[in-house]
């Protein structure tokens, strides 16, 4: 057994959220930068100089990139040959939590209760989602979520007979319905497969995963690439001013699924779509 | 297109000459306000009638800062989604509400308000918060200080850069874009 405490994930959680929320991630700087190239409208031309401005701006002077520093959600794969010592991991997570968004000068925005509604001003609880998995390592993937995009976010369980333009057209009514909202051009992690909870979850990791790269397997790669290219051609553009960037990059997450269900959970991440990883 | 400058208090007469699609540079005082303050705004006007802030030819910044790092007035300070808002906005600006900033398109009852009061709806670019706060010269909690970043803040803004997106005839800048 390989033993850690958990005051390094404490630090780890902690250094990630001030990473993520300051410093913006290298493939969505690539695919702004890269859907600068391809755009031919005069407005969104000036948003996403802006959106690339703005980044340069927020990793020199560690402003944060977007004032909404999001609910903090953090997935965390424990090795099944770790040890975790010297305390709660639960409060270890939250602590790091804390720390960064008093150290960060990031907004709290974190209600006690969706009813009573009072800040924590802490920006904890957070969201913590773990997972076992093989060996001795321990991965952190942390996320500052805004609520903007989240807001939009679906889930849908479509007939096990649904056709792969089903899928798509559910996907790319959510788009529609995000409209200026979500902050477009957007990012979308789709999970799709498993149970209900498990194709939000998918959706929610599919965000994680580099946007620079596609997935595996061809028909989900089709997938990818064929919504890229219907969303692009809805005209919303950046900030819904109109333009031929709506959606920079899509990543679907697959798992196995019922004989009697196809679930499908859309996340919608806005253009700022910020996370951060480390493997212990 | 040059961008239009304008100052705060906004009169009647300058949201006239305001047209959806024009650029903007703001200068002068707005008053931010989100969710939660709306829902007291809200609350004080139905047991009371009235609110504790002067919103005669006022601008309400959708909007909950970063606090500010050292050295700054404020942190990240862009937009939130307006919508949000809506079903709150026709009672403020039949207080005198004159302007609003926020992205995102407004309900057919806020349209209607501002067409029938001579307001306009601006919109800020979202996620771009860093940048904005560069045009933000100081901020103070006036209201509600205990809901934290959902607290009414007095901003001092110079050359605020936003886009008109609903003028005072109702004329929307995403009509168009549909």
């Not at chain 1, 001795?136 to 807001?151: L, W």
């Not at chain 2, 501002?114 to 709806?121: L, P």
């Not at chain 2, 045009?135 to 110079?158: M, N, Q, T």
Request: aromatic share 4%; net charge positive; glycine share 8%.
């Amino acid at each position: 057994m390989r033993e850690m405490d958990v005051s390094k994930i404490k630090d780890a959680v902690r250094d990630l959220f001030l990473k993520a929320n300051f410093e913006l991630r290298p493939d969505v700087l690539k695919a702004i930068k890269s859907a600068l190239k391809k755009e031919k409208n005069a407005c969104a031309i000036g948003i996403l100089r802006s959106i690339i401005d703005n980044a340069a701006l927020a990793r020199k002077k560690r402003i944060a990139i977007c004032q909404d520093t999001g609910m903090a959600v953090v997935h965390i794969d424990i090795g099944q040959d770790v040890a975790l010592t010297g305390g709660s991991l639960k409060k270890a997570v939250n602590d790091g939590v804390k720390e960064a968004y008093a150290k960060g000068h990031l907004r709290k925005s974190v209600v006690d209760d969706p009813l009573l509604r009072n800040n924590t001003n802490t920006n904890t609880p957070c969201i913590i989602v773990t997972d076992i998995i093989d060996g001795d390592r321990v991965r952190i993937d942390v996320s500052p979520k805004g609520f903007g995009s989240e807001n939009k976010s679906k889930i849908k369980m479509l007939k096990p007979t649904a056709s792969v333009e089903e899928i798509k057209d559910f996907v790319v009514d959510v788009v529609k319905e995000a409209g200026p909202d979500a902050c477009p051009p957007l990012f979308l992690g789709i999970g799709i497969g498993g149970t209900m909870e498990t194709a939000a979850l998918s959706a929610k990791k599919a965000l994680f995963l580099p946007f620079d790269e596609n997935n595996k397997k061809k028909h989900f790669r089709d997938i990818e690439k064929g919504l890229i290219k219907d969303i692009n051609s809805l005209g919303i553009g950046p900030m819904g001013l109109g333009g031929s960037t709506t959606v920079f990059g899509i990543n679907i997450v697959e798992n196995p699924t019922h004989i009697a269900g196809l679930p499908v959970a859309v996340n919608v991440s806005c253009h700022a779509t910020r996370s951060a990883s480390k493997v212990l | 297109m040059t961008p239009i400058k304008i100052n705060t208090p906004l009169t009647k007469e300058a949201v006239m000459s305001l047209k959806a699609g024009d650029e903007v540079l703001l200068t002068g005082t707005i008053f931010t306000a989100r969710d939660a303050a709306h829902k007291r705004f809200h609350d004080l006007l139905s047991k009371s009638g009235r609110i504790p802030l002067d919103l005669k030819d006022a601008i309400i910044y959708y909007a909950g800062p970063t606090p500010p790092p050292p050295g700054r007035p404020i942190g990240s300070c862009g937009p939130t989604t307006s919508s949000r808002m809506d079903s709150f906005t026709p009672e403020l600006i039949r207080l005198g509400l004159r302007g609003m900033i926020g992205k995102g398109e407004r309900s057919a009852e806020v349209k209607d308000a501002i067409k029938k009061n001579a307001c306009v709806y601006f919109i800020a670019t979202g996620g771009i918060g860093a940048l904005l706060s560069m045009k933000v010269k100081s901020a103070r909690a006036i209201l509600f200080k205990e809901l934290g970043p959902e607290a009414v803040y007095k901003l001092e803004v110079r050359d605020f850069p936003l886009i008109v997106g609903i003028d005072q005839k109702g004329k929307s800048i995403y009509d168009k874009k549909k």
